[in-house]
């Protein structure tokens, strides 16, 4: 008899932050020989890609799949393990296992400036350039969305141009013995 697994699709989502060493999912499969030929061996099918292989491991004797790396959503949003259970007569049985990642906001914006102004002059129109900058945050979705503002206090504005490319402008008159 060969082993049987249980599902033939093992379906889990984790968060992208979740801890290395965590437990990702068990796979099961039983096999109805009696003694040796009953005994079932877990390991990664041959299609199961390097890139998956260096981020999960799985125990061969208990079937426990677990995270030996770090999951980032925004190089993979999912993986796709094949798991062979053995029996000790070489016959076997293949189940699935789908990885979603799911996203969180686990990168800050990063903010680099391409252009700035060294002076400005006190009597400067409002909408004066001071500096371009560009803003760029490497999550997705709603995560990456980014919203720039500058204290209320300050006589400047930050206005967006394009993707990422904001201007940082002048918002009132400036006077030179406020600041």
């Not at 096999?31 to 009953?38: A, H, V, Y």
């Amino acid at each position: 008899n060969s082993p049987v697994f249980s599902q033939p699709i093992y379906r889990v989502s984790l968060s992208e932050n979740i801890r290395k060493n965590s437990l990702v999912v068990t796979v099961s499969a039983t096999d109805m020989d009696k003694g040796s030929n009953g005994e079932v061996s877990y390991s990664f099918s041959q299609s199961t890609g390097k890139e998956a292989t260096e981020i999960f491991s799985i125990e061969s004797d208990t079937g426990v799949i677990k995270l030996k790396g770090l999951l980032d959503f925004e190089k993979s949003k999912q993986y796709e393990l094949d798991v062979d259970a053995i029996d000790k007569g070489g016959l076997t049985d293949t189940s699935k296992v789908q990885v979603e990642v799911t996203d969180v906001n686990d990168n800050s914006p990063v903010i680099s400036v391409i252009s700035f102004s060294n002076s400005i002059p006190e009597d400067s129109a409002s909408e004066s350039a001071v500096a371009m900058l560009n803003i760029k945050d490497a999550d997705s979705g709603k995560n990456g969305q980014i919203k720039c503002s500058v204290n209320s206090d300050l006589p400047f504005r930050i206005r967006a141009t394009s993707s990422n490319i904001y201007n940082l402008v002048t918002d009132r008159s400036l006077d030179r013995e406020m600041f």
